[in-house]
Structures are given as structure tokens and as C-alpha cells.
């Protein structure tokens, strides 16, 4: 299984909503990463996982809260976001180490705040 | 810290042409090189990567890079492209350190195939 999952594929949320974005991977991979991409932009990082562990946070608001409950989930939990947090939202997988370091990326969840 | 730059936001070519895209790094450690396709409305598939070794890596869909250190540029190429082939694509980079570390992209190249 070389795939990353993400769910949901769409989610539209009020600003005083709350809501969670899930990613899962059955790679045996154990770093895991949240990306956020505008339209006609490049991806842009927003948190690592290394082992489960917070690894690195990109000085994101904290409207958004990663979790890795464990090795093969991660999840971003949303909460008083703004119009502006609209955007695709990427997870990725990878091994750790100097062997294979390149990313598996799902399909992404767009979300729209209105 | 890292940086890519795609100097061509845009790169039209009629179909069965060759093409090149154009990709320059800057970094003050060794790295890792990738080159990613994004189609319209999905996340992004590796086409291919250098980690060492020999400097021209082959990828899928019939894609090339070759990576040039003195020059720091990594460009993508194909011999001959097919409408298909209509994406964006991202050059990016990642500390070859061996840790988990995020990968970098360049702006992205759209390119565009005309019949």
C-alpha cells in the first residue's frame, strides 16, 4: 500500500466552527507532514511529525492543532478560523533517515471558511 | 536555510516537442532534489529525485533531471511531451541531513501543451 488517505475531500465551516482534518498511511512511515497550499502556490509547511512527536511547527496560529494519535494518523484540528485559512490542505508520509526521503502526498482537503 | 527558484511561471509547447523546466537551488547544506507533478484539483506525485551518485536521474512518464552542482540547478527535461503532460510542476528541496525535514518548493512551472 503506497498510498496516503485524507479526509475529508471538501469541507466548507463558519468561522466559529470547529472541525478536524484526518490523513492516514499504512507505509510503516514515521514522519508525517502538514502542508497548506493556496491557489497557484507551492505548497507551504506547517508541521512535522518525527516519531510522533511534534518535530517542527512553522509558527502556525494556533487556531490549528496537529495531532498523531499514532504511527499511521495525523490529524489537524481546526477552530476559529478565518476567511483567509481557505486552501488546500496537504498531509504527506516519508521514511526517516538518509535512505528514501521523499514524500508521499495524499489527495489533500479543500476548505473553504466562510 | 534553502530556497528554489522557477524562474518560468509558464512554459507553452506544442505537442511532441521537447521541453525543459527550469530549476536553481541555494542551500548552505547538501540536499536532496525532487521534482513533483501537480494535475488540477489533486496533491502531488513524485516524478523523481537525486540523492547522490550519478548526476541524470530518470523518472516516470518518461521525465529526466540532471543535477549540475557547480551550477545548482536541477532542470527537468522531456524528449517529447504529450498533451497529458499539461500540470504544474515543483521543483523542491530538503536537507539531506537525514531527519525529518520539510521539503522546500520553488513558485511552480504550469505547463501547458498545445496540439
Known amino acids: 500500500d503506497t498510498e496516503v488517505t485524507q479526509t475529508p475531500k471538501h469541507l466548507v465551516m463558519g468561522m466559529t466552527n470547529k472541525k478536524s482534518l484526518k490523513c492516514e498511511q499504512h507505509?510503516?512511515?514515521?514522519?508525517m507532514y502538514w502542508y497548506k497550499q493556496k491557489a497557484k502556490k507551492p505548497p507551504e509547511l506547517m508541521f512535522v511529525?518525527?516519531?510522533?512527536?511534534?518535530?517542527i511547527n512553522e509558527s502556525v496560529p494556533s487556531r490549528f492543532s496537529p495531532e498523531c494519535p499514532n504511527s499511521s494518523l495525523l490529524n489537524l484540528h481546526l477552530h476559529a478560523l478565518q476567511p483567509e485559512d481557505s486552501a488546500l490542505y496537504l498531509c504527506?508520509?516519508?521514511?526517516?533517515?538518509?535512505?528514501?526521503?521523499?514524500?508521499?502526498f495524499g489527495p489533500g482537503t479543500r476548505l473553504t471558511v466562510l | 536555510a534553502q530556497s528554489v527558484t522557477q524562474l518560468d511561471s509558464q512554459v507553452p509547447v506544442f505537442e511532441e516537442a521537447p521541453v525543459e523546466l527550469r530549476c536553481n537551488y541555494s542551500?548552505?547544506?547538501?540536499?536532496?532534489l525532487f521534482w513533483y507533478v501537480q494535475y488540477p484539483n489533486q496533491g502531488l506525485q513524485l516524478l523523481l529525485k537525486?540523492?547522490?551518485?550519478?548526476?541524470l536521474v530518470k523518472g516516470i512518464n518518461g521525465f529526466e533531471a540532471e543535477f549540475n552542482k557547480s551550477q545548482t540547478s536541477f532542470h527537468l527535461r522531456k524528449p517529447s511531451v504529450h498533451i497529458s503532460d499539461t500540470a504544474e510542476y515543483f521543483c523542491?528541496?530538503?536537507?539531506?541531513?537525514?531527519?525529518?525535514?520539510?521539503?522546500?518548493f520553488g513558485k511552480g512551472t504550469h505547463l501547458i501543451i498545445q496540439p
Open positions: 504527506a508520509s516519508s521514511q526517516v533517515g538518509q535512505g528514501a526521503p521523499e514524500q508521499f
Open positions: 507505509m510503516g512511515h514515521r514522519a
Open positions: 511529525y518525527s516519531y510522533e512527536k511534534l518535530s
Open positions: 542551500s548552505s547544506v547538501s540536499v536532496y
Open positions: 537525486y540523492l547522490s551518485g550519478s548526476t
Open positions: 523542491a528541496v530538503s536537507d539531506s541531513g537525514g531527519g525529518a525535514d520539510g521539503l522546500t
